[in-house]
């Protein structure tokens, strides 16, 4: 998946509709299988849209500290491999026949 579609800048007003930003999603987004009540992006923690936005830029080739990939924290790169994970599982279901 090229972006985990969650950033709310990239989103034109229909978007905003249709996902939930507003109010009832259109499309609500299945959590656990359950639908949510409004735009997933809403309902995270900033903390956890920090770390979005890091592994967006480290999909890019760009690390949100010096060094090299090694030199990361441990908790960090945890996490992209959680994102990762995510990503090729929306995939997955996006394209599931």
């Given at each position: 998946?090229?972006?985990?579609?969650?950033?709310c800048?990239?989103?034109?007003?229909?978007?905003?509709?249709?996902?939930?930003?507003?109010?009832?999603?259109?499309?609500?987004?299945?959590?656990?299988?359950?639908?949510?009540?409004?735009?997933?992006?809403?309902?995270?923690?900033?903390?956890?849209?920090?770390?979005?936005?890091?592994?967006?830029?480290?999909?890019?080739?760009?690390?949100?500290?010096?060094?090299?990939?090694?030199?990361?924290?441990?908790k960090?790169?945890?996490?992209?491999?959680?994102?990762?994970?995510?990503?090729?599982?929306?995939?997955?279901?996006?394209?599931?026949?």
């Amino acid at each position: 998946m090229a972006n985990l579609g969650l950033d709310c800048h990239n989103c034109n007003e229909h978007q905003k509709k249709f996902r939930g930003c507003y109010g009832k999603p259109v499309q609500p987004y299945l959590i656990d299988g359950k639908p949510a009540d409004r735009c997933v992006a809403k309902l995270l923690p900033p903390e956890i849209k920090i770390y979005i936005r890091y592994y967006e830029q480290y999909k890019k080739g760009h690390l949100p500290f010096p060094g090299s990939g090694a030199q990361q924290p441990t908790k960090l790169m945890d996490i992209f491999d959680i994102l990762e994970s995510a990503e090729i599982k929306a995939m997955e279901n996006k394209y599931k026949v």
